[in-house]
């Protein structure tokens, strides 16, 4: 069963911006954009790149190492440079904090 878990604080990712942040053994990005926040694996498929020091592109997110694109709302490859999608993680936000839902690893 999965749990959610304070990754960080809505303050700490201000709008059209990401962070990355590393929970549970987890490398995930946060990003803040058009006024919804989502959360992604921060490891590009295609190549060991941070997608945290990507781009935003409107309901997208590119990887500046090699151009790889991810829709934001499910992961999904948007080019056929990367052929595997980025994990998505299910996001809560209760008050000022930002929780994710993480898997279970048992």
């Not at 549970?24 to 959360?39: K, P, R």
């Not at 500046?64 to 999608?85: F, I, R, V």
Request: charged share 20%.
């Amino acid at each position: 069963m999965a749990q959610f878990v304070k990754v960080t604080t809505v303050d700490d990712v201000p709008p059209e911006t990401m962070k990355g942040f590393e929970v549970e053994n987890l490398d995930i990005v946060v990003v803040n954009t058009g006024g919804q926040f989502y959360a992604l694996s921060n490891i590009c498929t295609h190549a060991f790149c941070y997608m945290s020091y990507g781009i935003i592109d409107g309901d997208a997110i590119i990887c500046t190492c090699h151009g790889a694109d991810y829709a934001l709302e499910d992961g999904k490859s948007l080019s056929t440079m990367a052929d595997k999608p980025l994990a998505t993680y299910e996001i809560r936000i209760n008050g000022n904090d930002i929780s994710i839902s993480i898997p279970d690893q048992s």
